[in-house]
């Protein structure tokens, strides 16, 4: 927990092309924390479109970020052309080095990894792309959330696919303000949750379900895993 | 369950003041909905902000709207400036009255209300406004997703609050596609949850903490009801 009276500056990425819920899930938990400044930053001030088309406008560019107590970088089909941005994987690292606590939703973890951050962490993120963490250097690891403490100080929180987000920012709420400041936050958007299926990991669905997601996103999960094995020669990482 | 085959207008309506995630979070669902064309609708072309500032860009305007299958309307504090708004409020009549299911996120049931939609039906919202449900004609009811057949055919489903939109919308996905199509949506999504606290409602969240998120909305409570009571005079609605 970080002392009350400390003012936070909570700050997300935006993108092109992620899944709009990386980010808009966090975003309910984040824009109520107390004593915090939250804004979104995009590559410029344009509005961007999700995976599906939603029309998000950043608060402001990247340039204009301050540096960043809490950085929260969404996932979704898009990151996969940010993974040689040298601008945003850069925008990422200057302030991951800055932040006490750094939170990736999804295959924002990939992100992460691309930007060489990942190495020794314990991590997860999306259930389609959990295999390719190990040639980040992370371990990769089965859990809706996992929140890795690191030696010098920094809390790194990795919310598994898409929805784990909510979960995922209300843990980081309670690591910032404490447990009461989070069920506060908790109560106010009624997240008591009841899934109508119990489908939601590749585990509870049925096999048939599996195989058709797995199927339909074939081609990214292809595209994703050779850029994995590009990106791990070129920092140096041994293969897993 | 609607033939696979009719394609399906799909419709939110976008405003001023809204809690995004009662629209972020039926988007994630709402926008996979197979051989459906999902768009959302404003009063102008113009961005709106939510209640805590995220900015999203309509996709069209309400006169540009077709006859909508699926009419999807999310709450939030900025539903109170439009209780009295004529050209919203016909625009929901008569969206509601072609649509074979009208699907209402949080205090969006209040706006369904004040339109005159909620006579007989039975409905829920918002923890904290579910008390003024009566005052519109409906029946009040205790769950985080409510499903009422009318005898006209339509269907009306009534999510709780906030969050629950997303429960919301994984059922009317099973109700327009089969539950197989929405466990698909629903293990894309990775919805599986897992709450930090058991502090999503009033009854198992600590009394403090209700107090306080309480204490936080009373004005806005306040004049809620007295907009209920207004309306129920004005509608012919006898007082509860």
Same mark, same amino acid.
């Given at each position: 927990?970080?002392?009350?009276?400390?003012?936070?500056?909570?700050? *997300?990425? $935006?993108?092109?092309?992620?899944?709009?819920?990386?980010?808009?899930?966090?975003?309910?938990?984040? *824009?109520?924390?107390?004593?915090?400044?939250?804004?979104?930053?995009?590559?410029?001030?344009?509005?961007?479109?999700?995976?599906?088309?939603?029309?998000?406008?950043?608060?402001?560019?990247?340039?204009?970020?301050?540096? $960043?107590?809490?950085?929260?970088?969404?996932?979704?089909?898009?990151?996969?052309?940010?993974?040689?941005?040298?601008?945003?994987?850069?925008?990422?690292?200057?302030?991951?080095?800055?932040?006490s606590?750094?939170? *990736?939703?999804?295959?924002?973890?990939?992100?992460?990894?691309?930007?060489?951050?990942?190495?020794?962490?314990?991590?997860?993120?999306?259930?389609?792309?959990?295999?390719l963490?190990?040639?980040?250097?992370?371990?990769?690891?089965?859990?809706?959330?996992v929140?890795d403490?690191?030696?010098?100080?920094?809390?790194?929180?990795?919310?598994?696919?898409?929805t784990?987000?909510?979960?995922?920012?209300?843990?980081?709420?309670?690591?910032?303000?404490?447990?009461?400041?989070?069920?506060?936050?908790?109560?106010?958007?009624?997240?008591?949750?009841?899934?109508?299926?119990?489908s939601?990991?590749?585990? *509870?669905?049925?096999?048939?379900?599996?195989?058709?997601?797995?199927?339909?996103?074939?081609?990214?999960?292809?595209?994703?895993?050779?850029?994995?094995?590009?990106?791990?020669?070129? $920092?140096?990482?041994?293969?897993?």
């Amino acid at each position: 927990m970080i002392p009350p009276e400390t003012h936070l500056q909570i700050g *997300s990425l $935006l993108f092109e092309g992620l899944d709009q819920i990386d980010l808009t899930g966090p975003f309910e938990v984040l *824009s109520r924390i107390p004593n915090a400044t939250y804004r979104i930053y995009g590559p410029n001030a344009a509005p961007v479109r999700d995976v599906r088309g939603l029309r998000i406008t950043p608060d402001a560019t990247l340039a204009e970020a301050p540096r $960043l107590d809490v950085l929260h970088i969404p996932g979704g089909q898009g990151q996969e052309a940010l993974m040689r941005d040298a601008a945003v994987l850069g925008w990422i690292r200057s302030q991951a080095a800055g932040a006490s606590h750094v939170f *990736s939703v999804c295959t924002g973890a990939l992100l992460l990894g691309a930007a060489g951050l990942l190495v020794g962490r314990r991590a997860t993120t999306y259930w389609n792309a959990v295999h390719l963490l190990p040639w980040f250097g992370a371990e990769a690891v089965d859990a809706r959330v996992v929140i890795d403490r690191a030696e010098d100080g920094r809390t790194w929180l990795f919310a598994a696919g898409v929805t784990a987000g909510i979960d995922g920012a209300l843990r980081l709420a309670a690591e910032l303000r404490g447990d009461d400041a989070a069920r506060a936050i908790q109560l106010g958007m009624q997240y008591a949750p009841e899934p109508p299926f119990d489908s939601g990991t590749p585990r *509870s669905a049925p096999p048939a379900i599996v195989a058709q997601v797995r199927a339909a996103t074939a081609g990214l999960t292809a595209r994703r895993e050779a850029t994995a094995r590009a990106i791990a020669a070129e $920092l140096g990482i041994p293969a897993p």
